[in-house]
């Protein structure tokens, strides 16, 4: 915040000979005191010096010296710290200049800041107000510092406090209301700010308190909160406040316009934007404010006003970077604008920029920005000119990251997945851990390769089968050719290999003559001698540089530089033959090749004969390269619209596999998918519903006809139907364990099996579950992005199953918050005690959440697996599906033997209570049941599902007896002050808690508790 610091300046050094004047004599007054009454005092008066200062006359010559002290001893040090840091951490930041800046540059969540450096502040402010005397005008601002020092810590709560406690201490004394609001009525408006005497010159020179600055620093640490409506009052009454200081207006207006803008208001944002660039008085401020309100009116395509704004900024004379985005801006919006000649004028332009000295640093982002300004009329001139881009030396991560994500992206467009998923590779490697594309980065680089096998797989399929197709004769001739020309490329591969050698061999034998002449006449490095003239380093070594080229050349072959070079795959043979239309010869001759090369057959042995016969000649043979084909459609599909969200691919592919397969065996479910996808995307109602047509006029009988009908799956072969259970439990039992491949595996058998079953969508959000346990994906970062994408396809796909939709649309909901609550987590410990009553420190953190009521337990009985009831059996059998599907969803089981947990499940439950009521469980059990050795702790199943879990009994009877006890015991005499409404109790075995853990179904197991262990 902007503060009048011309006092810092002016203050006379006559001042600082009148404290060295002043200060013997207030030692000499203080030291007249009997030394007896000293002695006493520093023995009975423990008070910090500030209580006891305030108790004293607050003389001229006391004010003096306090003020002074205060202010360049302690203040100026401190502040002088506070903004050395966000100066450094401003210098930090590496923004994407091709998308809207953070409003500060840095950001609070990850700056990377020296918190020893902000304790260091808040400790010197600090002992500033504890030793001085509170009456001083510069204690306030001691105060802001440590609420900006906890800020930039981002420690919000202690921030907020010392804002509000600035709010309430630092008020006019003469505001009765403070007492209990902080404010008062003048001309009918609510004010609150303090009134600040701006009249004369001493007037403006004199101090202000900055309680009015805690008020927008308070504001600005509600927004880190996102506290959005709180802050809005404040503003508003801060607004129409007739004391608030007029020096304040401006920033103001930048916390108005900052709020909006993180609330990704733009419209809203550009009026206070403007007030707050015109009050501002710190150019770097207003350079950036200015670069923001550019992009805002481009956003809003006023391109003139978006290049006044660009000018503007040049006119500021920022940082280098900015001035040479600004620049790049206004290039990129003349072209826009669309004027005739306005891209060659702009690419002129740029060219001059890369020309110039003074823009070296930033010829990586000038060839970025000319490859997008051609990309969508001329993307080849676009690669070359991204290729250029990271052929510069540059230490900005960001732009190689936009780089090579502009390359990765042009080779998807064009569907080259292989050389898309190489680009993104390099793309994760390089890009910072927030960057606004993470997500689709991961994704398209973690599923492109199987996207490219799909391809690769049709068109070699193609090529066989187009090969396959030729006369006789023809074809004959054709791979004779070919396998002439492969067995020449060997040939001419295994020379240039033994050329390498025996140059490798001549330089040896030339060498050791050389070394020893040279040591003959003194040595490489003494007498005369030809190794004097040469010198020993490689690069002045002819012969040492050519054997380095031909060791090369022997290993790595005739390859053209490159990058990932050594992972390039690219023939050197070059085949000038008959080649069928439509195809290529490097695919014809990878195709032909590939059964030579898979009966293991050297490059220089290969025949006709060899390469014909992985032909598909047979009927048998062209079947099952058809087959292959319509795999690879099939699953092409499902990747494009499952796991790269591009629905308009899936939909191309499933087209092109029933014009091409029309009798394709999984065809029902091609349809209904056409139907779903369709009926996802705008104006696509006519081709959803001619799709859905089809699947209820040719299959009517189907599943996929019944999702349509009735929004439910059916199945009338019960055996059938317990087949398919079985696989089912067999896939989650998988899961459950942690085998995922296999739990996948079994899946996938079950779909090749039975087709599209009455448990398909549960099968599908197995499957979703099993990509959100093996997503690799960071989780502060756009994490488990599969897994998301994954469970909206389950929503997507059985909008009529309930049951499903909910458990998918459960999961969705704790995938989206998942980063929250990871860093919430993070910063909570809970202290439990062991079972002698000791407290530890146990890492779990706890919300106190809501939940569900349960049954009233007086009212019930539980069922048990006691040998000595007649009226129940030993063994528990879990009762046979029913028709529908099972609900709950999660398969819990019963489990006599395994060990059992007690839980009590709260709601509405404060932290003061909670934590009374694990002390007092502690404590019963230690009195009670000491020789079992029961210990409860706190858990947190979600968000909003928190518990006491009482552990380990080592069977269900041990726990069921437990359970009875408490469940008498707790209302009345353990926890009497926590209403029995509030919790709920049941039992559950260790295997069903870590199922329960895993899916977070709290009201599935609630269900199977009901239904297992309750009579009514």
């Known amino acids: 915040m902007n503060r ?108 990377g800041l020296n918190e020893n450096e902000l304790d260091s502040v808040i400790l010197k402010a600090s002992v500033a107000i504890q030793i001085h005397d509170p009456r001083g005008k510069w204690i306030d601002d001691c105060y802001l510092l440590i609420g900006r020092a906890y800020f930039y810590k981002s420690d919000w709560e202690n921030a907020r406090k010392t804002f509000q406690f600035m709010n309430r201490s630092f008020a006019p004394k003469k505001k009765e209301a403070y007492n209990t609001v902080v404010g008062s009525a003048e001309n009918d408006h609510i004010s609150i700010a303090t009134k600040e005497k701006r009249k004369g010159v001493i007037g403006r020179l004199k101090h202000k308190s900055v309680r009015n600055d805690a008020f927008l620093w308070n504001a600005r640490t509600l927004l880190e909160e996102k506290e959005y409506d709180e802050v809005q009052s404040l503003l508003n009454v801060l607004e129409a406040d ?8 401006g920033d103001l207006a930048e916390v108005r316009a900052y709020s909006f803008y993180k609330q990704g208001m733009y419209a809203e944002t550009m009026t206070p934007l403007r007030t707050a660039i015109s009050a501002s008085d710190n150019r770097e401020s207003r350079a950036r404010m200015s670069f923001i309100l550019g992009q805002l009116y481009a956003r809003q395509l006023q391109a003139d006003s978006a290049m006044d704004m660009f000018r503007e900024v040049i006119r500021q004379k920022p940082d280098p970077m900015m001035d040479f985005q600004a620049r790049v801006q206004i290039a990129r919006l003349n072209v826009q604008d669309g004027k005739p000649g306005s891209l060659e004028s702009s690419m002129a332009a740029l060219r001059k920029m890369a020309k110039k000295e003074r823009y070296i640093p930033f010829r990586d982002a000038i060839y970025y920005t000319m490859a997008d300004l051609v990309a969508a009329k001329d993307p080849d001139a676009a690669i070359k000119f991204l290729m250029q881009s990271l052929k510069q030396e540059s230490n900005n991560p960001m732009q190689k990251t936009l780089s090579f994500k502009a390359v990765a992206d042009i080779y998807y467009n064009q569907r080259q997945y292989r050389q898309a998923k190489d680009y993104y590779d390099s793309t994760a490697t390089v ?105 020993d380093w490689y690069f002045y070594n002819a012969a040492s540089k050519s054997s380095g080229y031909s060791e090369f050349k022997r290993r790595w072959g ?44 050297p ?80 104006n696509h109602t006519a081709q959803a519903n001619r799709y859905k047509d089809m699947v209820l006029s040719q299959y009517g009988n189907t599943n996929f006809a019944n999702i349509i009908r009735f929004g439910a799956l059916k199945d009338v072969d019960e055996e059938k139907k317990q087949q398919i259970s079985t696989a089912y439990d067999s896939a989650y039992v998988a899961y459950r364990s942690g085998r995922y491949e296999l739990a996948l595996e079994r899946k996938r058998q079950a779909d090749s099996t039975f087709g599209f079953n009455y448990l398909q969508p549960k099968f599908d959000l197995l499957e979703a579950m099993v990509i959100i346990k093996t997503d690799t994906t960071d989780v502060l970062t756009d994490s488990l992005f599969l897994g998301k994408k994954a469970v909206e396809a389950v929503i997507n796909k059985y909008p009529g199953n309930e049951d499903v939709r909910k458990q998918a649309e459960a999961l969705l909901d704790a995938l989206n918050r998942k980063k929250e609550l990871v860093t919430y987590l993070a910063q909570l410990q809970l202290q439990k005690r062991d079972s002698g009553g000791t407290m530890v420190d146990e890492d779990i953190a706890i919300r106190y959440p809501w939940q569900t009521p349960r049954p009233n337990f007086d009212s019930v009985q539980l069922k048990r697996n006691n040998p000595t009831d007649p009226t129940v059996t030993a063994d528990v059998k879990v009762a046979p599906p029913p028709l529908k599907p099972v609900k709950p969803l999660t398969p819990y089981k019963l489990s006599a033997t395994n060990p059992h947990f007690v839980v009590l499940s709260f709601k509405r439950v404060s932290k003061v209570l909670l934590d009374e009521g694990l002390d007092k469980f502690t404590r019963y059990n230690a009195a009670r049941h000491a020789a079992d050795h029961i210990e409860v702790g706190s858990f947190v199943l979600s968000p909003t599902e928190v518990m006491l879990v009482f552990r380990l009994f080592p069977d269900e009877n041990k726990a069921l007896d437990y359970f009875d006890e408490i469940r008498v015991e707790a209302p009345a005499n353990i926890i009497p002050r926590i209403r029995p409404t509030d919790y709920s109790m049941f039992v559950i075995s260790r295997d069903n808690f870590i199922l329960l853990n895993s899916t977070k179904d709290l009201q599935g197991y609630v269900e199977f508790f009901d239904k297992n262990y309750i009579t009514q």
């Open 242 to 249: 007739p004391n608030f200081p007029r020096r304040l207006k």
């Open 603 to 682: 490059p220089d042995s290969v025949t006709a004969q060899s390469l014909a016969t992985g032909l598909p000649l047979t009927p048998d043979k062209l079947e099952q390269s058809r087959n292959i084909q319509m795999d690879a459609w099939f699953e092409l599909g499902k990747l494009y619209h499952d796991k790269l969200d591009a629905t308009e691919l899936a939909i191309e592919a499933y087209d092109t596999l029933l014009y091409r397969f029309p009798d394709h065996p999984r065809k029902p479910e091609v349809l209904y998918s056409l139907y779903v996808w369709h009926g996802s995307l705008k």
């Open 4 to 111: 009048d610091r011309s006092l810092l300046y002016i203050i006379p050094r006559a001042v600082s000979f009148l404290l060295v004047v002043t200060c013997p004599i207030a030692v000499f007054a203080q030291s007249k005191a009997p030394v007896k009454t000293q002695t006493a005092q520093k023995v009975e008066d423990r008070r910090p010096p500030s209580e006891k200062l305030a108790e004293k006359r607050f003389t001229w010559n006391r004010k003096v010296m306090q003020n002074l002290v205060t202010r360049y001893n302690y203040y100026y040090n401190a502040k002088t710290k506070l903004d050395g840091v966000v100066k450094n951490i401003a210098r930090q930041g590496l923004d994407n200049y091709n998308d809207l800046l953070p409003f500060y540059p840095y950001s609070l969540q990850d700056q």
């Open 431 to 535: 890009m910072p851990q927030d960057f606004a594309d993470a997500g689709v980065v991961n994704v398209r680089k973690a599923v492109l390769g199987d996207v490219a096998t799909r391809v690769d797989a049709i068109e070699r399929e193609d090529s066989l089968q187009h090969i396959a197709a030729m006369p006789e004769t023809e074809r004959q001739a054709f791979l004779e050719d070919m396998a002439a020309n492969i067995r020449k490329a060997a040939e001419e591969k295994r020379k240039a290999a033994a050329e390498a050698a025996g140059d490798n061999r001549s330089y040896n034998d030339n060498n050791t003559l050389a070394m020893n002449g040279a040591f003959a006449q003194g040595g490489p490095n003494g007498g005369s001698g030809p190794a004097d003239s040469q010198g």
């Open 558 to 601: 005739n390859r053209q530089p490159g990058d990932n070079w050594r992972r390039s795959q690219q023939s050197s043979v070059n085949f000038a033959g008959n080649q069928p239309e439509g195809q290529t010869t490097d695919s014809l001759m990878a195709a032909a090749s590939a059964p030579g090369e898979a009966a293991g057959l």
